[in-house]
């Protein structure tokens, strides 16, 4: 069963930093663009992050260019989100997600084929 874990989210204070793991388990994801989202309560989801392969390329949303950056580690199958000074409209519930076959990541949801079930990260003023 192919499967993608996230961890790492949780209540941080305005200004303070949290590093999301996601781990892939059933297949390996190294052929894949990885991306990151998130979705806030009554909002639609929304594109954070991806990156390349072979992580030459990486895309950011303009809300987090500059505070969050984007790894991956093909030999353990497992992409990251760097997220340093951590605001209140940060909250959300944080997805990883793999665009299957593609070398390249995308800001567009729908070209992911597969998803974690997320984790959330709570940012107190």
């Known amino acids: 069963q192919v499967q993608l874990v996230e961890s790492g989210g949780r209540l941080v204070q305005a200004g303070g930093s949290l590093r999301l793991d996601c781990i892939g388990f059933?297949?390996?994801?190294?052929?894949?663009?990885m991306g990151w989202f998130r979705q806030a309560p009554g909002k639609e989801r929304e594109f954070v992050s991806a990156i390349s392969v072979n992580s030459g390329t990486k895309y950011y949303s303009a809300s987090v260019e500059g505070r969050f950056t984007i790894s991956r580690d093909n030999s353990q199958n497992m992409v990251f989100l760097q997220m340093n000074d951590l605001k209140p409209e940060d909250t959300a519930r944080y997805y990883c997600a793999a665009r299957r076959g593609y070398g390249l990541g995308s800001r567009e949801s729908s070209s992911y084929a597969d998803w974690g079930q997320g984790t959330q990260v709570t940012v107190s003023s």
């Open positions: 059933g297949r390996s994801f190294e052929s894949d663009a």
